[in-house]
């Protein structure tokens, strides 16, 4: 990160999925710009974790569980925000959930689960989110984090890239809706960032040849390399602070220029 910048001084941010991969290096960034962060999750082991790691590097930060396709656990982790820090400032929707399929092969309760902790999620969690927000009178920012995938096909992925598709609606939507209570919504469009979720099979797709020879070798991804958790933190910390003050219902592409060149 750039040192120095403290832009979530006395600020709270909710991250949901924030103990692994781009989560956690978004609830790492916005902490050490003075944030204090509440990481919501399903699994308690990983996010205990996850706090202790904070914490031992001096940073505010709590791990709440919360399965974000359940409302009632999305309004005990939002209240808990406010509980234990005073206010709710930032969201990152950032929880998601991925196995890849053939279409003709999903079956309706795989399908379902993909939506519920996608689109239901950011749902839930935006709207007991804001609701919080409004309450307080002060400024929201929330960041959802959606994938390239949202408008393109890709093989063994309808699920998970339709439901991405109706993230970014859900983007430009509440940004519309929520902008005149001081609510700023925008969006970031991941491509392949380095994280648990890009092992499939066991396999790290990075490291595969067919990577390697189209997104690499032929320059499909014209930076020639996968993004880091933190390269997708600072694009996240970026729109969620006064520096994106002039951003409104965006989805900006985070993927070393691969959108360009398809
Ligand atoms: N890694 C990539 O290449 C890539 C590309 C495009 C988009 N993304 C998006 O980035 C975000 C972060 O993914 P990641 O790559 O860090 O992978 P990840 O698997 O490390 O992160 C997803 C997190 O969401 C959590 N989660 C899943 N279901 C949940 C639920 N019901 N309630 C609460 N938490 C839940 C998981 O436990 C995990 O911590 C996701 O939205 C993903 O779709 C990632």
């Known amino acids: 990160m750039e040192r120095g910048l403290r832009r979530f001084e006395g600020k709270t941010a909710v991250i949901t999925g924030g103990a692994t991969g781009v989560g956690f290096a978004t609830a790492r960034r916005l902490a050490e710009e003075g944030a204090r962060v509440v990481i919501g999750g399903r699994r308690a082991d990983v996010g205990l974790q996850a706090e202790e790691a904070l914490r031992a590097a001096g940073l505010e930060a709590a791990f709440v569980a919360a399965d974000v396709a359940d409302e009632v656990q999305v309004r005990l982790l939002m209240d808990e925000a406010v509980r234990r820090y005073g206010s ?33 999620g950011a749902y839930f969690c935006t709207k007991e989110a804001a609701r919080l927000m409004i309450a307080q009178g002060a400024k929201g920012r929330i960041v959802n984090v959606s994938s390239i995938n949202s408008t393109r096909a890709l093989e063994e992925s ?7 598709g109706a993230l970014d609606q859900l983007t430009r939507n ?25 092992v499939v099979d066991g396999v790290k797709e ?30 996240i910390a970026f729109l969620a602070s006064d520096d994106a003050s002039y951003l409104c219902g965006a989805v900006v592409p985070v993927d070393g220029g691969l959108s360009i060149t398809f």
């Open 88 to 120: 709710l400032d930032v969201l990152v929707n950032n929880a998601a959930t991925f196995s890849p399929g053939g279409f003709m092969e999903t079956p309706w309760p795989e399908w379902r689960r993909v939506f519920d902790v996608i689109v239901s």
């Open 158 to 164: 309808s699920h998970y890239n339709a439901a991405k």
């Open 174 to 198: 509440t940004a519309l809706e929520l902008i005149g209570r001081g609510i700023r919504v925008n969006g970031v469009a991941l491509g392949f960032i380095d994280t648990p979720m890009s």
């Open 206 to 235: 990075h490291e595969t040849d067919w990577f390697r020879d189209i997104y690499v070798a032929r320059k499909k991804i014209p930076q020639q390399r996968t993004g880091k958790p933190e390269e997708a933190a600072g694009a």
